[in-house]
């Protein structure tokens, strides 16, 4: 049996309007997930296939980390898909700091984090103090490497161009052309 905890106000999302996204999840991963809507902590019995049962934590934290359902449950769709997550706050120096930090990833209008999603092909969320992606290795790779950059301090122009890059080059990996239109 394995235990996570996940913030309160993501208990809701997790269960789903009558329990339909906890069934859904139990369903899919093959667990019995029991959530203790008091502190957070869910815990998670494997009942069926085994890898299955492996990836239910990472979908549970993938929705604690502010992710949609569907987002989270399409890690049991593809055996290379992954989640992982960017700790803002150890990057900042600072609570000012921290929500600046935020609001760079974020961009105006959530335009930054639209660009990491549409030129990495991952989900792309920014909750609490994290940073969380979900997608393919490679897309995981340059939506962290994006994050790193901004975080490091990266004018934001240098880093839709190193997206702009690593996605011509997928492309061209893939036998395809990548044209930028004008935004």
């Known amino acids: 049996m394995k235990h996570v905890k996940i913030p309160q106000d993501r208990i809701g999302t997790l269960i789903g309007e009558g329990g339909e996204t906890l069934r859904r999840i139990e369903q899919t991963a093959e667990v019995d997930l029991d959530v203790n809507s008091q502190d957070g902590s869910v815990a998670i019995e494997r009942t069926g296939d085994p890898v299955r049962g492996m990836q239910a934590p990472e979908v549970v934290r993938a929705i604690g980390r502010g992710f949609d359902p569907d987002a989270a449950l399409s890690i049991l769709e593809d055996d290379m898909r992954m989640f992982e997550t960017i700790d803002i706050e150890r ?3 600072n609570d000012n700091d921290l929500r600046r930090k935020k609001g760079r990833l974020i961009g105006e209008d ?4 639209e660009l990491m999603e549409e030129l990495t092909g991952a989900d792309v969320v920014i909750y609490g ?3 969380g992606v979900i997608g ?3 897309e995981v790779d340059i939506a962290r490497s994006a994050a ?3 975080l490091d301090g990266a004018p934001h122009g240098a880093v839709y161009s190193f997206l702009e890059r690593k996605r011509a080059e997928e492309l061209k990996q893939q036998g395809m052309e990548y044209h ?3 935004g």
């Open 91 to 93: 990057a900042a120096r």
């Open 110 to 113: 959530g335009r930054t984090r």
């Open 129 to 131: 103090s994290t940073f």
């Open 136 to 138: 393919q290795p490679k």
């Open 148 to 150: 790193e950059m901004i």
């Open 180 to 182: 930028e239109f004008p």
